[in-house]
């Protein structure tokens, strides 16, 4: 059974530090791009930052130099630093999961909340 559990997420002020991890089990991780997503009420999801099975890693304009993205393929393991946080970072996170061989074999974690506020 596929499963991306998220976990880490919480309240936070202004300024402050969370660490988002993903735990995968059910596939074999270390062929999957992994990927963070956020979705702010009323707004898309949008991709905040992704790290190849290579790992290349990318991240949105928005979060370039606050957050990082890694991945321990012997733990099954990915996770999100987010530090320097702002309201605007308050969201549902998601942990995504894509094939490097099918790129139509993606999974989903149920999402984790993040808010920042004072």
């Known amino acids: 059974q596929v499963q991306l559990v998220e976990s880490g997420g919480g309240l936070v002020q202004p300024g402050g530090s969370l660490r988002l991890s993903c735990a995968a089990s059910?596939?074999?991780?270390?062929?999957?791009?992994m990927a963070w997503y956020r979705q702010a009420p009323g707004k898309q999801r949008e991709l905040v930052a992704t790290?190849?099975?290579?790992?290349?890693?990318s991240y949105a304009d928005s979060v370039k130099g606050r957050f990082t993205i890694s991945r321990d393929n012997a733990k099954n393991t990915a996770a999100l630093q987010m530090n320097s946080l702002k309201p605007e970072d308050t969201a549902v996170y998601y942990c995504?999961?894509?094939?490097?061989?099918?790129?139509?074999?993606?999974?989903w974690g149920q999402g984790t909340q993040v808010t920042v506020s004072s």
């Open positions: 790290i190849t099975r290579g790992g290349t890693i």
């Open positions: 059910g596939f074999t991780f270390s062929i999957y791009h």
């Open positions: 995504n999961a894509v094939s490097s061989t099918s790129t139509t074999v993606n999974y």
